[in-house]
């Protein structure tokens, strides 16, 4: 003897369990007067009464990807107010018939207090079902009315737990009497979707606006939407082509999904971009003095810089002494006169780059020679007591040379 139990509240914990084997399926269309779904194919699952319907594999002789038990198997059989107490599968289905048809489920049941459910129309009128054989795959209907072509939903509802659906059979022809494991499960096939632009992995400077464009159709009806989606965030929805906008991408690399729905709810499978929104630092290259050369005292140089940036154009190029600036060009020649001073100096490369941590990188000038915290460093001559003049080496290290900043719109870089 069961115990009936309804009303129950469903702990969050068993809601978690409810995810589809596959995606939320668009409606089933009757053909050749036969409408075949697999249990797992439904469009929605709705707990109640401290019970669900879950996809199981633990039966051998499914058909598909697994069949649909309702748990938790502890004895329990719902008789009353069924809609809303008893846990619920619902299907979609277009018919292109009217009037009467055998509702056909193919189910297994552990026991003779484990092997019954509901069926319905429209969420209408359930009625009970049981399998006559336990331990075995088997086949069972009720007859069902459908009053109008078009689209209806197909209901499933629990009576008692620890019972199994495989299948669902709705036959327009009542002499008809599925046998084994039924017939080809009557497919509503989802969109094709193929984008034309930009192409999988390319990548583009920051700021650069890219035509964003998708071909869609569909095998057996119409596409009514289809939606961009950037890093699962919605671009744009299109309910007719062309299917394309204009996009400008910020700065990073982006998955650009398309996703097609059809006139029967279907949506197509993941049809994904990758585009990578790049910003290269500029390339510098001192050209004067040249490295490891001396110079006396008081020796005007010419100091000059070459500077490029891969994907764009330098806006600004600074020179530096001591982190001080110098001198600063908005275009090139990068040139300046430049007369180094003995004394105790620092230089310090400045990277305001989106405010990163910069290693601390610097040459001394102590009592008028340079030292510094790596090899190849410039230093003078004269200091205390020496002669009276000084010379200046610049070091085998290109940074070591002198410190510039090229920047181009969107960053600093310093060699």
Request: aromatic fraction near 8%; charged fraction near 15%.
């Amino acid at each position: 003897m069961k115990i009936g139990t309804m009303g129950m509240g469903l702990t969050l914990g068993i809601v978690t369990l409810l995810s589809p084997v596959l995606p939320a399926h668009g409606a089933f269309k009757e053909v050749s007067r036969l409408i075949t779904i697999e249990a797992e194919h439904y469009a929605t699952n709705k707990p109640a009464s401290s019970h669900y319907w879950q996809a199981m594999t633990n039966r051998s002789g499914f058909v598909g990807a697994s069949a649909m038990q309702a748990l938790p198997d502890n004895g329990t059989t719902i008789s009353s107010n069924i809609q809303s107490n008893s846990p619920a599968l619902t299907y979609l289905a277009i018919f292109t018939n009217a009037g009467s048809f055998n509702f056909w489920v193919r189910g297994w049941a552990g026991s003779k207090s484990a092997d019954s459910f509901y069926i319905g129309v429209d969420g209408n009128a359930p009625q009970a079902v049981s399998f006559s054989k336990t331990s075995v795959w088997e086949w069972q209907s009720k007859q069902v009315s459908i009053n109008t072509v078009g689209m209806h939903q197909i209901n499933i509802w629990m009576r008692e737990d620890g019972v199994y659906v495989d299948r669902l059979v709705l036959a327009a022809n009542l002499s008809y009497t599925p046998s084994g494991n039924g017939p080809a499960e009557t497919q509503n096939l989802p969109p094709v979707v193929r984008f034309t632009s930009p192409a999988d992995g390319s990548s583009f400077h920051v700021g650069t606006t890219l035509a964003l464009s998708a071909a869609a159709s569909d095998p057996d009806g119409s596409v009514v939407r289809l939606d961009f989606l950037m890093d699962g965030a919605l671009l744009a929805s299109f309910a007719n082509p062309p299917y394309s906008m204009q996009w400008t991408p910020p700065l990073g690399t982006h998955v650009v999904q398309a996703i097609a729905t059809d006139n029967d709810g279907a949506t197509n499978a993941n049809t994904a971009i990758t585009v990578a929104i790049t910003n290269l630092p500029p390339v510098v290259q001192i050209t004067s003095p040249p490295d490891g050369l001396s110079f006396r005292a008081g020796t005007t140089l010419a100091l000059s810089a070459n500077a490029s940036d891969p994907d764009g154009s330098v806006v600004r190029l600074d020179f530096l002494s001591d982190g001080v600036l110098q001198a600063s060009f908005a275009n090139p020649p990068y040139f300046m006169e430049w007369i180094p001073t003995a004394g105790v100096h620092q230089v310090r490369p400045n990277f305001p780059l989106r405010q990163q941590h910069q290693p601390n990188l610097c040459r001394e000038w102590r009592h008028g020679h340079a030292y510094g915290n790596q090899s190849g460093v410039a230093k003078s001559a004269a200091a205390t007591g020496g002669p009276a003049q000084q010379s200046v080496e610049v070091g085998r290290e290109r940074a070591s040379r002198r410190w510039l900043h090229a920047v181009n719109p969107r960053r600093w870089r310093g060699r």
